[in-house]
């Protein structure tokens, strides 16, 4: 482990690295942004995760239903995550171009829905229904080799949004009419993950209803993204 003393990190960013049992001790913490999977983190001698998630909670209702082992709160989780989907698309429709600008090195409106693209064939399709199918050629997977560009993916794709929409739209009313059949046993049964080396290598021994969860925090997480970006975008583009 490394340790650092008396340096002097303002402003530093740290993305995508894994901070478990790190220790901040006397520090300056001022203006900081945390978002990331936070648990057990004490905050001057106070555990702060419960209050944490119980406030995202409550902003966020769906939140609880996709927790819920209740096929009949998951498929209303799927349904309100759509529409705030579409809610949002709508939004972005208004502002011509907005859904190609990126801030902060994050990824632009269309960059994201071409990921849930990705989301659900790896997540749902393979982890829930078994299928061996290749990819969605616009989706984008992983940035780690062999699965950056594997499986169908085309990297060299530049879709226009009512074609990312259109594709959206339909693994949505796939995924929903699949809700609509299944049951708690099925949820709770092994997901069939094909016996490959396709993405995602670390589903195997889960259950279906832990896969669908992967999916539907996917999909919720992302349009929290793309909202905070457009929000900033927007602010920016304020006379």
Excluded: K
């Amino acid at each position: 482990m490394m340790r650092y003393d008396e340096v002097d990190l303002h402003g530093a960013e740290f993305r995508e690295c894994d901070l478990t049992g790190a220790r901040l001790i006397g520090v300056v913490m001022q203006d900081a942004v945390i978002d990331g999977l936070v648990t057990n983190l004490v905050v001057n001698g106070v555990e702060v995760t419960e209050y944490v998630e119980a406030e995202l909670d409550r902003r966020h209702p769906v939140r609880v239903l996709i927790r819920s082992d209740d096929p009949t709160d998951l498929r209303q989780a799927s349904r309100q995550l759509h529409a705030a989907w579409a809610s949002t698309i709508a939004r972005i429709r208004r502002t011509h171009g907005i859904e190609r600008r990126s801030v902060n090195n994050e990824w632009s409106a269309v960059q994201t829905m071409r990921h849930l693209v990705f989301v659900h064939d790896s997540w749902f399709r393979r982890c829930c229904l078994g299928s061996t199918e290749l990819f969605t050629p616009m989706g984008i997977g992983p940035s780690v080799e062999p699965y950056r560009g594997a499986h169908g993916l085309d990297l060299s794709l530049d879709p226009a949004l009512d074609e990312i929409v259109s594709v959206r739209d339909a693994q949505a009313a796939e995924l929903e009419a699949w809700l609509d059949e299944a049951t708690a046993v099925r949820f709770a049964a092994r997901a069939p993950v094909p016996d490959d080396d396709v993405w995602p290598p670390y589903a195997r021994g889960r259950s279906v209803g832990q896969c669908l969860r992967t999916v539907l925090n996917e999909t919720f997480q992302h349009h929290g993204f793309c909202v905070r970006d457009l929000d900033l975008i927007e602010a920016q583009n304020a006379p």
